[in-house]
């Protein structure tokens, strides 16, 4: 039977079960010191000086810096942009010369216990003089750091993309539709925040970091760049990781100063974040107001669409440089035909926390943007909302589609897709006429209700490349190094089950390795859900090669022919007589060793594609939002585990459905966040998330990899924003009443009720 598309039990499970989890605050050192972080109590200012004597003076305290301790370290790199012009905005590990916001790293201390470092860190005395703050991306650019950079303002860059005729399409339009609408700040919120610790083997010259989380190779790379240290002296160790979603994937000042610390004092140093700090410092995301035009012809048909949009990218440019807008730019036309279409897209700095990417990057965004305006289409015409979306679907036959454009410097083509049928698959699994005459029923009975439908597009697999090394080991079990890096999103699993596929032995009896800087030259971590495609191609390529060599070993060992070799359950087997041999024993037999390497390359990401369906209730007196029923469709061209594909569109249907509802971050006028705990920045629980029904295809499996796979981490999230908007319009009877997100009870309150 084959491993692939069976729900096997996760192999991570049982440690994490058991109580031998290991997370970043598990890891200790002989001899260890820890880290605490001075961050800037003011969004915005020039730094007069910073007084730290008393702090230095309290006993435990081992070492007290400010930026000009460690003046020799760079700004923190780039890691996924191509965008000109970004480096002079840049963050250094601690501020220098001016504050840019609230969180903003401006020394460190370092004590002999965790509690002596937080009292020392209060009598650091920060000397800042204040200036106004920008808090408005889409305000005219202000100075940026007026005496450090003298006419240098607060936009790092625009993007510009196009395709078709703009101006014939508006030329020759039925109707012309202009919307204004907002994706508010949030961003993924890890059950575990983030922590390090860097030991520093002064006999061997390691430096190693534990805690290392998504990219642990880029980190390595740029940690040993900013230090000055051989690349090969530099470790980055995975453990467990208490969630991603894309807020991990950056290489914040922490990381690095934990390193430069262990490496500079000669003793372990650990850091470990609280939430408020988490909250204020880690990378936050969205933030996005998109100002449309779209040229609609008589059937609903969008001729062509602008869009001039402003990404509020806060303080500095962080290592993602400009993914999100990048992002948001190439891929808001999603499953539509859309002929003509052009984008500019502004990344502005302001004096908030830092953004990066979060699940979804660019689409959750854009999603909305773009369903909001078909959903506006249909109001203007008095169309129904699901045909005007008939109307704008890419058919078929169109297949792979060239979209004419480029996303993160890859050209976006969409590989495979059954929209339409996708579609239809979808209204039958609701009964959608029976569903939309019940919910017409209970709202002439008063009640506000309603049912809201968005389609997306997502990307995944984003290459270069990933590679895999597989050995057999004398335990007869196989051993699978890879690159990649977990998140709690199944990766020893799925990488097992591609490889027991070929094989044929257990997955109990496959282990892998992630996540380890010292065990495979080259890795691309885990983000962008290019892992199930892009290593599990790799691990494919590699049992492959691993099969062929066992057979050609075992050749001489049961004096049979190559051809007449067959590879079952972990056994290499002669047709002809019957007589097998075991992969660990062809191993202990012959004069070399039982392994092989997989290497898979892609120059394309693919397209998987799926619909998001709420139904709503609204309290029409205190304006709260409960979802009754969430649905998404998905079709991601293969599934290696179903189990684990449906948790993750459950988990990311949570996620999208409190940036919907609940999550923001907020700023008061100078600059200081309003939401440091949990008590203000709210999160759905249990209470708030419906049973979501998931309806998984596999009708348009991706022709550009081995394996059929698209990835599946970030659809669940995507369309929820944009299908739970609808819905509320739908309840109030308000088309277009929704442009903001999230759909705060306070927010709706004023737009039902205005003074």
């Known amino acids: 039977m084959s491993a692939i598309g069976r729900s096997l039990k996760r192999l991570e499970d049982r440690p994490l079960l058991t109580g031998a989890g290991r997370f970043a605050a598990d890891n200790r050192a002989d001899g260890q010191i820890h880290m605490r972080v001075v961050r800037s109590p003011i969004a915005f200012g020039r730094i007069v000086g910073i007084e730290t004597e008393d702090a230095a003076a309290l006993a435990g305290v081992v070492a007290v810096w400010t930026a000009a301790d460690i003046a020799d370290l760079p700004p923190i790199d780039f890691r996924m942009t191509r965008i000109a012009g970004l480096e002079p905005y840049r963050q250094h590990v601690l501020a220098r010369d001016y504050v840019r916001y609230v969180g ?227 891929l808001l036309p999603g499953p539509y035909l859309i002929p003509a279409y052009r984008v500019e897209g502004h990344i502005r700095l302001t004096n908030k926390t830092p953004s990066g990417t979060y699940r979804a990057p660019g689409r959750y965004e854009t999603t909305f943007v773009r369903e909001r305006l078909m959903d506006a289409v249909a109001a203007r015409l008095g169309l129904d909302a699901v045909e005007v979306r008939r109307v704008n679907l890419i058919p078929e036959d169109r297949m792979p589609f060239d979209r004419g454009i480029e996303a993160l410097g890859t050209h976006v083509l969409y590989d495979s897709g059954k929209y339409h049928d996708l579609l239809e698959r979808t209204l039958k699994h609701l009964d959608y006429a029976a569903l939309r005459s019940e919910l017409e029923n209970r709202r ?9 439908l968005a389609f997306f597009v997502e990307k995944s697999g984003l290459g270069p490349h990933d590679l895999v090394r597989m050995a057999v080991l004398p335990d007869d079990t196989i051993e699978i190094v890879t690159g990649a890096a977990s998140v709690g999103q199944g990766v020893e699993t799925v990488m097992a089950q591609v490889c027991s596929d070929v094989i044929g032995m257990p997955i109990e009896r496959i282990r892998v390795v992630h996540g380890q800087t010292d065990r495979i030259p080259i890795g691309f971590g885990a983000f962008a859900s290019r892992v199930t495609v892009m290593t599990g191609s790799a691990v494919k390529i590699a049992s492959e090669a691993l099969r062929d060599k066992a057979c050609a070993l075992a050749a001489p060992l049961l004096q049979a022919d190559i051809d007449d070799l067959v590879l ?24 070399e060793a039982l392994d092989a390497e997989g290497l898979f390359r892609a120059d394309h990401m693919n397209y998987p594609y799926g619909i998001h369906v709420a139904q709503v209730r609204v309290d029409t007196e205190l304006c709260g939002v409960k979802v009754e029923r969430y649905l998404v469709a998905y079709d991601i061209g293969r599934m290696i585990n179903p189990m684990l594909v449906e948790g993750q569109i459950v988990g990311a249907a949570a996620q999208g459905i409190g940036g919907a509802l609940l999550e923001e971050f907020v700023y008061d006028e100078a600059g200081q966040p309003l939401a440091t705990s949990f008590a203000d920045y709210l999160m ?70 205005p003074r």
């Open 104 to 330: 903003d790293p401006v020394a460190v201390v370092f004590a002999e216990d965790p509690y002596t470092a937080e009292d020392a860190a209060e009598l650091v005395f920060c000397d800042i003089e204040e200036e106004e703050p920008c808090l408005d991306a889409t305000a005219e650019p202000v100075p940026f750091m007026p005496e450090r950079h003298p006419g240098l303002l607060s936009e790092p860059a625009t993007i510009v993309k196009s395709y078709g005729d703009i101006d014939a399409a508006f030329a020759g339009a039925a109707h012309v539709l202009e919307l204004e609408l907002k994706v508010g700040r949030h961003t993924g919120v890890p059950l575990e925040a983030r922590g390090a610790l860097a030991v520093h083997d002064r006999e061997t010259g390691m430096l190693t970091m534990y805690g290392a989380a998504k990219v642990p190779h880029y980190n390595r790379d740029s940690i040993a760049r900013m230090l000055g240290l051989p690349q090969d002296k530099v470790r980055l160790s995975e453990g467990h990781v208490g969630g991603g979603f894309g807020i991990r994937g950056e290489l914040y000042p922490e990381d690095v100063l934990v390193c430069a610390a262990a490496y500079r004092l000669g003793v372990p140093v650990k850091w470990v974040e609280d939430r408020r700090e988490h909250l204020m410092a880690a990378n936050h995301s969205r933030d996005q107001v998109h100002r449309l035009r779209a040229a609609v012809d008589p059937n609903g048909f969008v001729r062509g669409l602008t869009d001039t949009f402003f990404t509020d990218q806060g303080g500095y440019v962080r290592t993602h440089g400009g993914t999100v807008s990048d992002l948001a730019a190439a």
């Open 444 to 452: 002439a009975a008063g009640e506000a209700v309603g049912l809201g």
């Open 568 to 591: 079952e359950a972990g056994r290499v087997v002669s047709r002809s007589s019957g007589a097998g041999i075991g992969l660990a024993e062809i191993a202990s037999q012959s004069a």
């Open 684 to 753: 759905p629980t249990a209470h708030e998330m419906p049973p979501v029904e998931v309806l998984v295809r596999e009708d348009a499996p991706s022709p550009q990899n081995p394996l059929g796979v698209k990835g599946a981490g970030e659809g669940g999230i995507t369309a929820a924003g944009a299908a739970i908007a609808a819905a509320v319009d739908d309840a109030l009877g308000r088309p277009g009443l929704v442009t903001r997100l999230p759909i705060v009870p306070t927010r709706l309150h004023a737009s039902l009720y």
